[in-house]
């Protein structure tokens, strides 16, 4: 399956551009350029090792990279918590009626998510930094549950399948006995 089709690569895209939008936002000026590169950085990382990881030929590679991808998304998740404590706005609980609205939107693998759909699924006005920064927690907190799964069945594929050295070898053993026998 292509990359493009699987719903944790599309939320990692939602989260990157959304990220760039809250940096532009709420962290404008010299002062902050470093933590705007970083955490942009740390979106983009996500999102790009989901897409190299998919693309590897190896299940050894296809993990490493994926969970490369999530350390990224937990790197990002600390400095949206940063961002709030440091500015004394709370960061909402898992059973928050507000987390689960957000908790509860659902990304269309097809179709870009945008500021606007969110808001109005969650009647939330995303121009408030603790609205923006706890959305932002609840979709990493999302995309790092997706990751979790995702590892976990390329896991599974690769106890039942074997990975591409294994594969390979035993292609290989297969052609010197033909050659033997011929």
């Not at 493009?4 to 532009?24: E, H, M, P, Q």
């Not at 693998?109 to 923006?132: I, K, S």
Request: charged residues 30%; contains cysteine.
């Amino acid at each position: 399956m292509p990359y493009t089709d699987l719903l944790v690569y599309r939320l990692g895209v939602t989260i990157s551009d959304f990220t760039a939008t809250f940096c532009d936002q709420f962290l404008p000026g010299y002062e902050y350029r470093r933590l705007r590169e970083q955490m942009n950085h740390a979106a983009r990382s996500g999102k790009q090792n989901l897409v190299e990881g998919n693309s590897a030929r190896s299940m050894e590679e296809n993990l490493k990279l994926s969970d490369v991808s999530r350390a990224s998304y937990k790197e990002l998740l600390e400095d949206y918590k940063d961002y709030l404590r440091q500015r004394h706005l709370p960061v909402w609980e898992k059973n928050d009626n507000r987390s689960l609205k957000v908790r509860s939107y659902k990304e269309v693998v097809g179709n870009e998510t945008t500021l606007a759909d969110l808001a109005h699924w969650t009647d939330m006005n995303f121009t408030n930094p603790e609205n923006f920064g706890n959305m932002m927690i609840c979709l990493i907190y999302k995309e790092t549950y997706l990751l979790d799964k995702l590892i976990l069945a390329t896991q599974q594929k690769f106890v039942l399948e074997g990975g591409f050295r294994e594969n390979l070898y035993k292609k290989r053993k297969e052609y010197k006995l033909n050659q033997l026998v011929q």
